[in-house]
């Protein structure tokens, strides 16, 4: 994978090296000696801000459009790059523009119905194919640098190396390495020069470090291509080496969490959340961006372990609904530039109006995405929702589990596994989805299945799926007999998100959320008799969970007998189109259910 412009190691991004500025720079401090006439030098100040996004995931418009409607939350966010991009402007005239940098920590390019069209419907590898519209919104904002994301990756390596291309900034992963050469695949990190009023620029230096996980999550895609080494191990190699190269600022941009946790288990020897550890193992950090666990972190104070410095960590939140600010104060000492203070905060998004230059220049992207999701694809007998999903077997979830058995029962027609019980698991993404009564659009499918998993059919005996659905239970919180059921409180036990909950049809069973992990699945059961724990069966599973995401027992080591490179979303939607009508009636039925001392819970 050969380096191009944007990956020459030694490269350099200049940024204000044309003027003076005054704009955000603190005035010369004067001090007198006792007793003295005359007047010592002036301390030498400069102060500079650097501003964050991450896990934008697509998103320009404040749009939502698996609702086809502007996004709302309960605390009424807002979303997208064009209001992120009015917070900029405002920054930017506050501090002056050359005393700013604005980079972003990963996950860009998936996540919206916008951000797929163009990777799938129209999309940008194709020949005069379109300039993708988070590069066209991302560069007329002005970003400097933006660290790679897992999702990145979620479209293969050609689409990825294609956006790049498109961007004019680079796309930074120092621990994503060419599997051969064991070299960066990607720039490491990029070096920004601020100029000052003292005649003396100050070198910054952005880092970015991406996820680990990239090697289990799109296996197919970077198996024998990439590489993912650890955070730590990869910012220990290289921030020295900004260091000596003369960055008086080193900042990293990390799409990796701050919690030190990891929700693949011990499948890889590295973290997925790392930020923190690297703060604190790796010296000569000034601060971080961190990403990818969706949280809101608008300062978090670590400290480095050998220098005894406080590292600044900050996190913004998803889709563009926060901007971090960075703001350095440094002094001129001892010929150098030193970091005298680095505090950070975020910005609301839902403060400011959308930026009519960014929504005027993709206005057109917009309305096809619109006019591609409210296409109809068939009609509901019913209405259906995910509302009470995570704690019920609701028909909308059958309807992903009926697809995917389908899809593997006539894939493995007359092969050597056409014999052997087909099962499927599926997850509630969304507790907002629904498949309205009457006419069916993509966007509901697309709101149903957001994630770009494909699927897969593993081999997994009677015993390997019990370990599979106790180990799946640990979602529940464990509620005693006889106490109220607050379902606010009921389910994401020690934080397990909706997405690593998997409901399995072809099977009855009850989860019993009186028991502790590890004992709550009983009358487990296959065609109305005792589960044989040395039964064989076909289970068809999403490539994010066969990868081993959510650390699920058994099934990454599980024979893989079938494949399909399809979205499993496009596979409901052709799914629809060949039935014309969805009918819960014909598919739909009560296989689990939640209980206490045998006893229903709902």
């Given amino acids: 994978m050969p380096l191009n412009r944007r990956t020459f190691l030694e490269s350099s991004v200049a940024v204000g090296a044309g003027a003076a500025l005054t704009a955000g720079v603190a005035a010369p401090a004067e001090?007198?000696?006792?007793?003295?006439?005359?007047?010592?030098?002036?301390?030498?100040?400069?102060?500079?801000?650097?501003?964050?996004?991450?896990?934008?995931?697509?998103?320009?418009?404040?749009?939502?459009?698996?609702?086809?409607?502007?996004?709302?939350?309960?605390?009424?966010?807002?979303?997208?790059?064009?209001?992120?991009?009015?917070?900029?402007?405002?920054?930017?005239?506050?501090?002056g523009r050359r005393n700013t940098l604005l980079i972003d920590a990963g996950d860009t390019i998936q996540g919206t119905q916008l951000s797929y069209y163009y990777a799938k419907v129209d999309p940008i590898t194709a020949r005069r194919g379109p300039v993708h519209p988070m590069a066209q919104a991302m560069n007329a904002i002005g970003y400097d640098a933006a660290a790679l994301g897992n999702h990145e990756f979620n479209y293969g390596i050609p689409v990825l190396r294609k956006f790049e291309e498109q961007c004019d900034f680079p796309l930074l992963g120092a621990n994503a390495l060419d599997a051969k050469t064991l070299r960066p695949a990607f720039a490491p990190y990029s070096m920004h020069r601020l100029r000052t009023p003292h005649g003396k620029d100050v070198k910054v230096a952005v880092l970015g470090l991406t996820n680990p996980g990239i090697a289990i999550w799109d296996k197919a895609n970077v198996s024998g291509k990439m590489v993912f080494p650890g955070l730590e191990e990869q910012a220990a190699k290289w921030v020295p080496k900004l260091r000596s190269m003369g960055a008086d600022v080193v900042v990293v941009s990390a799409h990796s969490g701050s919690s030190g946790t990891s929700s693949y288990g011990d499948q890889l020897p590295h973290i997925e959340n790392a930020a923190g550890l690297v703060a604190e193992q790796v010296p000569g950090i000034d601060a971080i961006l961190v990403g990818h666990a969706h949280t809101e972190i608008p300062e978090y104070r670590v400290r480095n372990k050998e220098t005894g410095k406080d590292v600044v960590l900050s996190e913004p939140l998803k889709w563009g609904q926060r901007l971090t600010l960075f703001d350095f104060d440094l002094v001129w000492e001892k010929g150098r530039w030193t970091v005298e203070k680095v505090a950070a905060r975020v910005l609301n998004s839902n403060t400011v109006a959308e930026d009519r230059k960014i929504t005027r220049l993709l206005g057109d992207e917009h309305e096809k995405v619109v006019a591609y999701v409210n296409q109809i694809i068939g009609t509901s007998t019913v209405a259906m929702t995910t509302a009470d999903a995570p704690w019920k077997d609701e028909p909308i979830i059958d309807l992903i589990n009926v697809v995917q058995a389908e899809t593997v029962k006539a894939a493995l027609a007359g092969g050597a596994y056409a014999a052997l019980p087909v099962l499927s698991q599926a997850s509630c993404f969304s507790r907002t989805a629904r498949i309205p009564a009457g006419q069916v659009s993509i966007k509901d499918a697309a709101g149903l299945y957001p994630f770009e998993n494909t699927l897969e059919a593993r081999l997994l005996t009677g015993a390997q799926l019990k370990d599979y659905l106790e180990f799946s239970a640990r979602y529940y919180a464990r509620t005693p007999a006889g106490v109220p059921v607050d379902t606010a409180k009921l389910t994401n036990a020690d934080g397990t998100p909706d997405y690593n909950y998997d409901a399995v049809s072809g099977l009855t069973y009850d989860i019993d959320i009186a028991r502790p992990v590890g004992s709550r699945i009983v009358n487990l059961s296959f065609e109305g008799k005792p589960l044989d724990p040395a039964a064989r069966f076909v289970l068809a599973v999403n490539n994010y969970r066969a990868s081993g995401g959510g650390a699920f027992p058994h099934v990454a080591g599980a024979q893989q007998v079938w494949a399909n490179s399809d979205e499993i979303r496009n596979t409901i939607i052709q799914w629809v189109r060949a039935k014309g009508t969805v009918d819960p009636g014909l598919f739909a039925s009560v296989d689990w259910k939640l209980t206490r001392d045998g006893v229903p819970v709902f």
Avoid: C
Avoid at 44 to 67: A, K, P, Q
Avoid at 81 to 86: E, P, V
């Fill in 31 to 95: 001090a007198h000696g006792p007793g003295h006439g005359h007047r010592p030098k002036p301390v030498r100040r400069y102060s500079f801000t650097v501003m964050g996004t991450t896990d934008l995931h697509g998103n320009v418009f404040n749009w939502d459009y698996f609702t086809d409607k502007e996004f709302d939350d309960k605390a009424h966010n807002d979303v997208g790059l064009a209001k992120i991009s009015t917070l900029v402007d405002q920054v930017r005239e506050e501090k």
